[in-house]
């Protein structure tokens, strides 16, 4: 009689499984990418300036959460100051055969800058522009005002994301020439179809 080792009936899945999921973790690793990790900001304290609750709320979380950086409530105790401010309006997509709105753009602008502890503009104003859309109707407007706050919430937090990595642009305090960070804006918008 043979004897051999027991198997479990799925264990040549799980290895396999286990095998696929290495050689992925090692090819990825090879073509430079990287997990959301660790970031090394140049500025290791930071004040917030303009931003509502939940704005700064998630960027202190998603800063102090993923670097050395801690977030002050002072600009004496900065090493540098992020000035942000938002913008939202709305703007029409399509109109029905009645001229009725169907569909609405919901527009977000974050408009930032950083200022270093000495008056040095480490990234000048800038801005990051997001839009959704959203179908309307008067019958569930209740509704549709509730949809319209979800998309702002979302794209808020789709900026404060952004925000972030390109708070990692900044590699020195005192940046010499031509080492600045560039203002960064969307492109212009297109001009209004002719009538």
Avoid: W
């Amino acid at each position: 009689m043979q004897r051999g080792i027991y198997c479990e009936p799925g264990a040549n899945v799980t290895r396999r499984s286990f095998l696929t999921l290495a050689c992925s973790a090692m090819m990825l690793s090879a073509c430079g990418f990287q997990l959301r990790g660790q970031q090394d900001y140049a500025f290791k304290r930071l004040a917030i300036s303009g931003a509502p609750a939940a704005f700064a709320a998630r960027l202190t979380r998603i800063v102090q959460g993923g670097s050395d950086t801690v977030i002050v409530n002072s600009a004496a105790n900065a090493d540098a100051v992020l000035n942000v401010a938002e913008v939202r309006g709305t703007s029409t997509l399509t109109l029905n055969s009645l001229g009725v709105v169907e569909e609405y753009a919901l527009n977000y602008t974050l408009i930032y800058s950083l200022i270093g502890k000495n008056g040095v503009q480490l990234i000048p104003q800038s801005s990051i522009a997001l839009n959704r859309a959203m179908t309307y109707s008067d019958q569930y407007s209740q509704a549709k005002s509730a949809e319209a706050d979800i998309l702002y919430a979302d794209m808020q937090n789709d900026a404060v994301d952004q925000l972030t990595r390109r708070l990692g642009v900044v590699h020195s305090l005192n940046p010499g020439p031509g080492q600045q960070a560039p203002a960064v804006n969307p492109r212009a918008p297109l001009p209004p179809p002719p009538l």
